[in-house]
C-alpha cells in the first residue's frame, strides 16, 4: 500500500503537489480556535500580526445563533489580547479589528471578525 502511494507521488507533476500542500497547510491551520483566528488575520494580508497577536477567548463574549433556539447554538469570541497588540485595520469595513467569532465546523473552526458595535 505505501509503495503505491510512493509511486503516486513521484507520478503526480509539482503543481499538484503544492496545491496538496497548500490545501493541507489551511487544513492544519483551522483545527484550534486560535490558530483559526490567526489565519483569519493571515488571509486579509497581516502576517505580522498573524504571528505576533495572541488570541485569547473572551469568557463573556459568546453569542448564539440568530434564529435558534435559546442556549443551542454558543459560538465564542476570541479578543488578539490587548496588552499586547491593538488590533487590526480591516479593509472591507474600514474599522479596527479585535475580536473575531469562532464556528466550528466539524474539527475545524473558521473566524469571522467581528465589527466594533455589533
Request: glycine share 8%.
Amino acid at each position: 500500500m505505501m509503495a503505491k502511494l510512493k509511486a503516486h507521488w513521484h507520478r503526480i507533476g509539482l503543481t499538484r503537489k503544492i496545491v496538496a500542500g497548500v490545501v493541507l497547510a489551511f487544513l492544519l491551520l483551522s483545527t484550534s480556535p486560535s490558530l483559526a483566528v490567526r489565519f483569519a488575520i493571515l488571509t486579509d494580508a497581516e502576517p505580522g500580526v498573524a504571528l505576533s497577536c495572541h488570541p485569547r477567548l473572551e469568557p463573556g463574549g459568546s453569542s448564539i445563533l440568530p434564529g435558534t433556539a435559546v442556549g443551542k447554538w454558543f459560538f465564542p469570541v476570541y479578543t488578539i489580547y490587548p496588552q499586547r497588540y491593538t488590533g487590526f485595520f480591516h479593509e472591507a469595513t474600514d474599522a479596527t479589528i479585535v475580536d473575531f467569532q469562532v464556528y466550528r465546523i466539524l474539527i475545524f473552526n473558521v473566524a469571522l471578525p467581528l465589527t466594533p458595535g455589533m
